[in-house]
T-cell receptor, first 113, second 115 residues
Framework: QKEVEQNSGPLSVPEGAIASLNCTYSDRGSQSFFWYRQYSGKSPELIMFIYSNGDKEDGRFTAQLNKASQYVSLLIRDSQPSDSATYLCAVLRGRGSQGNLIFGKGTKLSVKP | KAGVTQTPRYLIKTRGQQVTLSCSPISGHRSVSWYQQTPGQGLQFLFEYFSETQRNKGNFPGRFSGRQFSNSRSEMNVSTLELGDSALYLC??????????????FGPGTRLTVL
């Protein structure tokens, strides 16, 4: 079982719709969870992070964490064509693993005008 | 505040050569992590430096090494280059306080091509 798993997509949604991106992780000791966006040919850009169960909202983005189910998701409301990118889920495990983010392979999102 | 910078942005080398990549973190950040990104393997952790000490290391051969200077700038060296080392090399900086809230910010990357 991979440490961090994401559906590779592509996930295609119409402009204005809600895009839902999912991620599961295997290490129950994982403490922090990050969503990065990566445009083709560019480096990952942090969208948001979450470390408490529940929802965390930032503008059009909402991260959801369920530690019991080892599941983290990212919702993008009112999707725009500029949101078309690969979304990377990353996990930071406990102390002793500082600086070592474990990444999923990413989900490619396409927002159609 | 200036972001993470990496130099050079592009490199072309031949097999057997060595290469040194440089990373300057965000001001005030003491941790620098290095990652290799390839289409097949995705983003993989190489190592992390904090206060000039390697604090964590990934599963890469000893040809990959790094160091960090007192100003938190970091270098990564790859010796005896192989074709499979062609990748985007990314560095990320953070405060280095560890979980749960320590957040890494990535530089633009160095694209290495080995011929």
């Amino acid at each position: 079982q991979k440490e961090v798993e994401q559906n590779s997509g592509p996930l295609s949604v119409p402009e204005g719709a809600i895009a839902s991106l999912n991620c599961t992780y295997s290490d129950r000791g994982s403490q922090s969870f990050f969503w990065y966006r990566q445009y083709s040919g560019k480096s990952p850009e942090l969208i948001m992070f979450i470390y408490s169960n529940g929802d965390k909202e930032d503008g059009r983005f909402t991260a959801q964490l369920n530690k019991a189910s080892q599941y983290v998701s990212l919702l993008i409301r009112d999707s725009q064509p500029s949101d078309s990118a690969t979304y990377l889920c990353a996990v930071l495990r406990g102390r002793g693993s500082q600086g070592n983010l474990i990444f999923g392979k990413g989900t490619k999102l396409s927002v159609k005008p | 505040k200036a972001g993470v910078t990496q130099t050079p942005r592009y490199l072309i080398k031949t097999r057997g050569q060595q290469v040194t990549l440089s990373c300057s973190p965000i001001s005030g950040h003491r941790s620098v992590s290095w990652y290799q990104q390839t289409p097949g393997q995705g983003l993989q952790f190489l190592f992390e430096y904090f206060s000039e000490t390697q604090r964590n290391k990934g599963n890469f051969p000893g040809r990959f090494s790094g160091r960090q200077f007192s100003n938190s700038r970091s270098e990564m060296n790859v010796s005896t280059l192989e074709l499979g080392d062609s990748a985007l090399y990314l560095c990320a900086s953070s405060l280095g306080t560890g979980p749960p809230a320590d957040t890494q910010y990535f530089g633009p990357g160095t694209r290495l091509t080995v011929l």
